[in-house]
């Protein structure tokens, strides 16, 4: 599995090269704006959802290279490649997560942007979690719309639940860690079905 990660590292350092520079306006936005503790903040959410998405979007030129199709005569099994993806996917998330440290801590509201590092660990969970599968299971042109359809929906039901929330007067959130164990626990049934998906698949 070391190929598998040296070929991922390998991808994601050629094609995410522009991710670097967006990393780098919207920690700096987020930095500049720490007198906005709303409007601020929030800018901390842009780069961990583009990392979630960004492993994803490599299967896209796995499949114009052929690399997928080639894989199969490789030494590895299909259930090795889907786990080495969703490790880049957590690392990446991770890598986000520690550079966002030290922004929160040099914001004038760091309290309040606590929050928003809190959300960054779900997100970059949550973001692969229902593009990965689907990507796998239809391959990337497909899996990006169904990707998008569902996106819309989940944002759709977590607005509904708000507005349910506050005319029932019942809380509208969930501790951190609770959001990051539920949000760890879709990772992995993602990465299961991933697992299936890709192994059912004609190439």
């Known amino acids: 599995m070391k190929g598998l ?6 991808s994601l350092w050629h094609f995410g090269k522009t991710y670097l520079l967006m990393l780098v306006i919207f920690l700096g936005l987020a930095l500049y704006q720490s007198t906005d503790s709303s409007g601020g903040a929030v800018w901390m ?12 979007s490599l299967i896209g030129d796995d499949e114009k290279s052929g690399w997928l199709t080639y894989c199969d005569t490789l030494p590895v ?5 889907v786990t080495v993806k ?5 690392i990446t998330a991770a890598a986000v997560c520690l550079l966002a440290v030290p922004v929160v801590l040099l914001r004038h509201d760091t309290v309040a942007a606590m929050l928003f590092l809190a959300m960054m660990a ?4 949550i973001v692969p979690s229902v593009m990965l599968p689907t990507t796998y299971k239809l391959g990337a042109t497909k899996g990006r719309v169904v990707y998008i359809v569902m996106l819309m929906v989940v944002a759709g039901v ?12 019942a809380p509208a959130t969930l501790s ?4 990051t ?12 079905l991933s697992v299936k998906w890709f192994e059912g698949r004609e190439l």
């Open 5 to 10: 990660f040296y070929k991922e590292a390998r």
């Open 45 to 56: 959410l842009y780069p961990i959802f583009f990392a979630g998405t960004l492993p994803a």
């Open 77 to 81: 099994t299909r259930r090795q490649i």
């Open 86 to 90: 969703y490790i880049t996917c957590l």
């Open 122 to 125: 779900p997100v970059g969970l």
């Open 158 to 169: 977590c607005v509904l639940l708000v507005n349910l929330s506050k005319e029932s007067g």
């Open 176 to 179: 951190p860690l609770a959001t």
């Open 181 to 192: 164990a539920i949000s760890l626990a879709v990772f992995i049934g993602s990465w299961a």
